[in-house]
């Protein structure tokens, strides 16, 4: 099981809101919905390779900008036209109020 | 006719326009998150209020229809109540988008119901409409340029009772319907979603079908003329609005103030047409739902060129243009840019293969 990498703190990131990061030359975003769950997904739209950091989220849906491709933040499914791929989600924590995450390959 | 770009729809996307669109990318004016996230809310109530206040004045304008039939007063409340059946269009743009209610299910029902209204099948159009926001008004890349140069009049006049567009969806409906994609929707529809494109296009055809049926069963015209037939008779006014969003502006290249018009339009057409006269405002910021296109507007206003008045200035400067570019395609109507508005930098897509006169 590869290690917990900190993020940012908790209060970094609004409520149905996301934050950017990169790791090992990847983009992942940081995701708040709107009843404290807090979630951990690539970056990148699976449609078109937007970045998802320009969109936002509602409930735990997460939207992307271009074409409001729509992904549930909880299993990264897609839940909305045009993406067909879901996205990929990581192990999320919340400790100590910083949030941790499980990049695993 | 002079031939000038060749506007068919290439069968693979150009790597040398892909990589323009995600190194220098669309221009977007500069506006706070916070701010653009206050504009992308979506709310129920308020979608919930345009939708229903649209369904009762479809229902009440086709009641005054129906009541003045066969008499001579049926010409003017069809033709209101076409009008009225034709504002499905601009909503079914929303729909596709999926911005105006927060709850995505009521979208996605009203989409397949103002789908049917409007004959947009589902599937194909939603990947269509989403190639042309990534590539919009990109020749060869764009499947819905609407005047390409050099213009063709006749058939631009068409479209005011949607003949241009019927004549497309018979053509492309009835390969669909067997199982064939034509060409040019392959490159924009995936292959995985064909199967639902076909399924969709033949409920479309038992939907014409049904309403053929009905009109045997009554022996009379007068169920096509609620479904069906409005799409010809009311599409004039949602056509001229439609045309004014790029026609003879500038092309190929990332900067949709430069390719897209916002016009200023009265309360009645704003509703009609769903706000989407804010068009440049639409294309940089398509999250953001049409009854906050207004405010959008208001806050981007500085960094854009100038509104127009209204769809007279908008059709004074189409037609002029036009006109020249059926001897000259390279003329368009340039926007100016205000003083303090951002760069567009080195926004424009040259592909030098679109040049070549054939
Ligand atoms: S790029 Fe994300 S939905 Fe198309």
Redesign the interface.
């Known amino acids: 099981m590869s290690d917990w990498i900190d993020i940012c703190a908790l209060g970094e990131i ?1 409520e149905e ?1 996301v934050h950017r990061f990169e790791h090992g030359g990847a983009v992942y975003l940081a995701a708040r919905d709107d009843c404290d769950g807090v979630f951990v997904v690539d970056g990148l739209c699976t ?3 937007v970045e998802l950091a320009n ?2 989220v ?2 735990c ?1 997460l ?1 992307c ?4 491709g ?1 992904f549930d933040l909880r299993d990264g499914r897609p ?4 993406v ?1 791929e879901g996205l990929k989600t990581y192990p999320t924590r919340v400790q100590a109020g910083r949030v941790q995450v499980q990049l695993i390959a | 006719m002079i031939k000038w770009k060749n506007y068919a729809l290439r069968a693979e996307r150009d790597p040398r326009i892909e990589n323009a669109i ?1 190194g220098i990318g669309w221009y977007t004016s500069p506006i706070p998150r916070k701010r653009l ?1 206050e504009l ?1 809310r ?1 709310d129920n109530g308020r979608a919930a209020r345009h939708f229903l206040l649209w369904l009762a004045l479809l229902v009440a304008s086709g009641a005054v229809a129906y009541a003045t039939w066969p008499t001579l007063w049926a010409i003017p409340a069809f033709l209101v109540y076409g009008v009225i059946y034709n504002s499905a269009d601009s909503k079914w743009h929303e729909l596709s ?3 105006p209610f ?1 709850s ?1 299910w009521v979208n ?1 029902s009203l989409y397949r119901l103002v789908s049917l209204m409007t004959f947009r099948e589902p599937i194909r159009w ?2 269509s409409h ?1 190639r042309h ?2 590539h919009t008004i990109l020749v060869g890349h764009d499947p819905e340029i609407a005047s390409p140069r050099p213009p063709h009049i006749a058939l631009a006049l068409l479209g005011l009772w949607y003949l241009r567009g019927a004549l497309g969806e018979v053509r492309t409906t009835s390969a669909v319907v067997r199982g064939r994609i034509p060409a040019d929707v392959a490159s924009f529809v ?1 292959e ?2 064909w199967p639902e494109m076909v399924y969709w296009s033949r409920i479309f055809v038992a939907f014409i079908a049904a309403i053929v049926l009905a009109c045997v069963i009554a022996g009379s015209i007068l169920p096509a003329m609620f479904v069906g037939l409005p799409r010809l008779y009311g599409s004039f006014l949602h056509y001229t609005q439609a045309f004014t969003q790029h026609a003879g502006l500038d092309e190929d290249i990332l900067d949709h103030r430069l390719s897209s018009r916002t016009v200023l339009m009265n309360p009645v057409f704003r509703f009609l047409y769903t706000n989407m006269n804010y068009h440049i405002e639409h294309h940089m ?3 953001v739902p049409f009854y906050n296109l207004p405010e959008l507007h208001a806050e981007i206003q500085s960094d854009c060129p100038a509104p127009y008045a209204g769809l007279g200035a908008t059709y004074t400067e189409i037609f002029t243009t036009l006109w020249r570019q059926r001897l000259d395609p390279t003329y368009y109507a340039r926007r100016v840019l205000p003083e303090t508005a951002g760069a567009s930098g080195d926004q424009r897509v040259m592909d030098p293969d679109f040049r070549k006169v054939a």
Do not use: A, I, L
């Open positions: 609004e809101d449609h078109e390779k969109g936002f509602f409930g849906v939207e900008p271009r074409h409001q729509r839940c909305g036209g045009p067909t | 995600d996230k992308v979506r988008h999926g911005t927060r995505h996605e939603r990947w989403s926001h990534t995936p995985s979603q910021f398509p999250m």
